[in-house]
């Protein structure tokens, strides 16, 4: 019998570019999607979805209300209008990409956990959402007849704070898209000049809010540029999040504030190119569950600095980038001078990273997540 799976695609959202949990879903997907035209597949969406996620004609879009984006509309969104979807239908599987689930029903559940940043740094979000998190995060982990995550810190992680059986975890990591890519050397003046004032560049991307450690790396960089001639600048990509008062406080403060340069959120397109053009990327966030910009980084044949914690190492790879302690803001700003200054450094970091990202596949990662989706269907149906 053919297996018919219901999705929680919230994070499909429209727009030019996808950030990680959006991009894990679309990624895995639309690979699923194609490999198993036998298959239903029910895309529950939250809003007005983009059409172009309507991968092939075994998608069925459902548009469930309210817009689930505040810890009451998510419990609205999961507990009733999900729940009374899935009462009404009975697909054979709930699958869902974002961490959460719902309570209120007797469909077998696969859940993709991306993280437990909230159990670790809990003031880093709001108390509203911290408390959502920490009361309904273990029980959907529980609920859940399978879970994944997409590392093994992640996955350790799993069994450590929640007592989860390791062998219902399946481990299914991100991989860079295939537009990440070395960029030429010709293109890379073009790229400078657009975005550094024609300078070389250390490049962060990833959403602006307190677990990416943007304040230290801003202390590092001007610290850098303090004991330095150089003319290398800092490039940040990406949108303005939540609690960001400290990382706006410290940018003001900074003595080489005007080297910094701030370009929102960018399209794929446009993030391919600096990734290519960069002199490294800088990426020391605190906590991860995987670091996806650590891996596109490598693809593009940027040199990466990021930190020696959680999954991080995990996503570098042996040797695969320089590593430093997140909190050590004089280590950060040493790495940064060698980078900068080592030229044959960053030659092998590229070479290195070229070599581990090659492990990383988004084919490989659609077909995990589907082995492990079957382990929970109900033997009669397949």
């Known amino acids: 019998m053919p297996v018919r799976v219901a999705v929680n ?32 597949f029910d895309f ?9 996620y309507v991968f092939s004609p075994n998608v069925t879009p459902h548009v469930l209300g309210p817009p689930a984006r505040h810890p009451v509309l998510w419990w609205l969104w999961f ?21 959460y689930t719902t309570l209120r029903t007797t469909v077998p559940r696969l859940t993709v956990m991306h ?71 010709a293109a890379h003046t073009a790229v400078r000049a657009r975005v550094a004032e024609g300078e070389p560049y250390f490049l962060f991307v990833g959403a602006l809010h307190p677990r990416k450690n943007l304040p230290n790396l801003l202390r590092a960089f001007d610290a850098f540029k303090s004991a330095t001639s150089s003319p290398t600048r800092l490039v940040l990509v990406g949108r303005w999040a939540w609690q960001t008062g400290a990382i706006a406080e410290t940018y003001r403060a900074m003595r080489h504030q005007a080297h910094v340069h701030l370009t929102g959120r960018l399209t794929d397109a446009e993030l391919t190119q600096l990734y290519g053009a960069a002199r490294a990327l800088c990426y020391i966030p605190f906590f991860e569950g995987f670091g996806l910009p650590v891996v596109e980084a490598q693809a593009s044949g940027c040199p990466v600095l990021t930190a020696d914690c959680s999954s991080l190492p995990e996503a ?26 080592d030229a044959t450094l960053r030659r092998r970091l590229v070479a290195q990273g070229f070599d581990h990202v090659r492990r990383f596949s988004w084919d490989e990662t659609a077909a995990r997540v589907w082995s492990a989706l079957l382990q929970v269907v109900p033997p009669v149906v397949h």
Do not use: M
């Not at 959202?13 to 035209?37: F, M, Q």
């Not at 529950?44 to 172009?52: E, G, I, K, S, V």
């Open 44 to 52: 529950l969406f939250d809003r007005p979805f983009d059409a172009r």
């Open 9 to 40: 695609v919230r994070f499909l959202l429209p727009g030019d570019s996808l950030e990680g949990i959006g991009r894990y879903t679309y990624e895995t997907l639309r690979r699923l999607v194609a490999a198993h035209p036998e298959t239903q």
């Open 316 to 341: 570098a790879g042996p040797g695969g980038a320089l590593l430093v302690p997140p909190a050590d803001v004089a280590a950060i700003a040493d790495a940064l001078a060698l980078l900068d200054a």
């Open 79 to 99: 507990e009733v209008s999900v729940a009374r979807w899935l009462r009404r239908h009975r697909p054979d599987v709930l699958l869902s990409f974002d961490g």
């Open 115 to 185: 993280d437990l940043a909230f159990e670790h740094f809990p003031t880093g979000i709001s108390p509203l959402v911290r408390r959502y998190y920490q009361r309904y995060a273990p029980r959907f982990a529980r609920a859940s007849a399978g879970v994944v995550a997409v590392s093994e810190a992640t996955k350790a992680d799993l069994v450590q704070t929640y007592h989860l059986d390791p062998a219902r975890i399946t481990v299914a990591p991100n991989a860079p898209a295939a537009h990440f890519g070395p960029l030429p050397e």
